[in-house]
């Protein structure tokens, strides 16, 4: 699926600045940036928790249109989220005592609307710019148990997949990023940018909690005892009988991650209007290209 949605996100965006003569200043770049992950959902911390950041990079390519106003943006990203219920000031969470972190690797397709016309070609240098669009990522929650990591979702620990329980989640799913950010031109070929953007998700699964204990006798019969040690780690000692339905975490609202990082572009395609230059080819030289 990821593939598949990448390769239609590609395409779009090749339709969409492939097409010339439209618009009398346009640009293509290509860049990478870096910066942290970080993710809101049922494993709650403080926000000063420096155990739930994480590293990140992306690598896009980016086209402007309409005089600079609107810019269209491709791009891979790549982090990792984690939280621990030991870091939480919840008493239920830290009774409850789960943790897991999962890598993430994204394809989106975003659009930018740029506040201010920006354009390096016309010493439009600044804009402050709101990001929105859509993105698939996969995802993989695992967890250390005794000195040994586990694949979360395999095991279904609330009964997914056992009889009379819910299939199990998916590791690839769709969202819906959404933030901002500043771009700067620093000459008219290098331009750097800094954005915060959030990643809204259809899924309350990338921490692995959702919804209720299963019925851990059955889990363990099924999945094997490490499904049912791992789907309730409290302190608090419960039998079986007595977990089966308690709440295990919010299945009303749906996990987030999110991405804060500088970019860095290249503009390798770039026309500017015919009198700027008097009509006039410029080929491999630092400027604007006329076409």
């Keep these: 699926m990821l ?41 709650v911390a403080p926000y000063g928790e420096i155990t739930q950041y994480h590293p990140a990079a992306n690598m896009f390519v980016r086209g402007t249109i309409l005089k600079g106003l609107v810019s269209g943006r491709f791009g891979v990203s790549k982090g990792s989220v984690s939280a621990d219920d030991k870091y939480s000031i919840d008493k239920f969470h830290i009774v409850r005592n789960l943790n897991f972190t999962s890598p993430i690797t994204e394809a989106y397709l975003v659009g930018e609307l740029n506040l201010f016309a920006f354009n390096p070609c016309r010493n439009r240098k600044f804009s402050p710019y709101f990001v929105g669009g859509i993105a ?25 997949g056992l009889p009379g329980y819910a299939s199990k989640y998916s590791l690839t799913q769709l969202s819906i990023p ?17 954005e915060f953007v959030m990643r809204k998700t259809f899924t309350d699964y990338l921490d692995d909690v959702s919804t209720v204990y299963p019925d851990r006798a059955q889990l363990a019969s099924v999945n094997g005892s490490a499904a049912a040690d791992l789907t309730y780690r409290g302190f608090k000692h419960y039998d079986d009988s007595s977990l089966k339905g308690v709440q295990r975490g919010d299945k009303g609202d749906k996990d987030w991650y999110n991405f804060v990082q500088i970019n860095f572009s290249y503009v390798f395609f770039s026309r500017c209007q015919a009198s700027e230059y008097r009509g006039r080819m410029y080929i491999g030289r630092i400027g604007c290209y006329n076409f």
């Design 3 to 43: 593939k598949r949605v990448l390769s239609v996100c590609l395409l779009s965006f090749l339709l969409l600045f492939g097409i010339k003569n439209t618009v009398n200043a346009q640009f293509v770049e290509g860049g990478v940036g870096g910066g942290f992950s970080f993710y809101l959902g049922d494993i």
């Design 178 to 194: 959404m933030g901002g950010g500043i771009k700067y031109a620093i000459n008219k070929r290098l331009i750097v940018s800094g």
């Design 136 to 160: 698939a990522f996969h995802f993989d929650p695992m967890t250390s148990y005794y000195g040994e990591f586990y694949h979360l979702q395999p095991l279904g620990t609330e009964g997914q």
